[in-house]
């Protein structure tokens, strides 16, 4: 397949080779990053005219997130890519944070929302849905027209101006919902794991939650704080000199 170089006339050096090679890969990841970056965009458009959709024709949120639960489900575990692609380095972004971000999503779709039936009417789970699919479609159209070098003003404007109101308010959605989630949790005692047992091993869904949701309150504030400054250095052209920890 690379028979051109070998086979040519001899004078391409091994490090013009590489840098082919590079190029090569730059242009595919590229390629490939506009694809997903497209599709994303376009699956939570699916899914935010599907909910709009359904709220001006049932005129309550009641039944909502079962009626789009699959878009729902699909898309953002499809984000899980997100994370390979931090690993093999096409995307500059630490693994750990991209994980913690895709993972923390898709556990409150499958762990939380799809096994407790009982909240999937509660409007806090329709809160964080709006926000994920604002923030979603802002996001990923952001990325989408940056990769294409052709980048309107408003979507640079949204991207970093949204999430002021659209961050604390998806937080308050998902606390709230755990926190719904907990009464269902400990009646039953799904996903938790008793002694004695041949594992010898014990683990408790309901106080993992309750852990979970003192969770955010460390990590919400650093988080916030890093989408402002990343703002300021945006909009403003601040040069921001993160401290060593």
């Avoid at 998806?170 to 755990?178: K, N, P, S």
Wanted: charged share 15%; with cysteine; glycine share 6%.
């Amino acid at each position: 397949m690379a028979s051109s170089e070998e086979d040519g006339s001899g004078n391409g050096s091994l490090e013009e080779k590489e840098n082919g090679k590079k190029r090569s890969l730059g242009a595919l990841a590229t390629a490939w990053l506009i694809f997903y970056n497209i599709a994303m965009t376009a699956g939570w458009l699916v899914l935010g005219i599907a909910m709009a959709r359904f709220y001006i024709q049932r005129g309550t949120h009641r039944g909502l997130f079962r009626s789009v639960q699959k878009i729902l489900k699909f898309f953002q575990t499809f984000a899980l890519l997100e994370v390979v692609h931090c690993a093999v380095g096409i995307v500059h972004t630490s693994v750990l944070v991209t994980g913690v971000q895709v993972s923390s999503r898709i556990f409150m779709v499958w762990f939380i929302a799809h096994s407790i039936k009982q909240i999937q009417n509660e409007e806090s789970v329709i809160l964080f849905l709006v926000v994920w699919t604002v923030t979603e479609i802002t996001r990923y159209s952001f990325y989408t027209f940056n990769l294409l070098n052709h980048l309107p003003y408003f979507i640079k404007w949204a991207r970093y101006n949204f999430f002021i109101i659209l961050y604390p308010a998806g937080v308050v959605g998902e606390l709230l919902t755990i926190y719904a989630a907990l009464p269902y949790v400990k009646k039953t005692g799904m996903y938790s794991l008793r002694l004695p047992n041949k594992y010898n091993v014990s683990f408790d869904y309901y106080y993992f939650l309750i852990i979970v949701m003192f969770s955010y309150i460390p990590l919400f504030p650093q988080l916030y704080l890093h989408m402002l400054r990343q703002r300021r250095k945006v909009l403003h052209g601040e040069v921001i000199v993160e401290k060593d920890d």
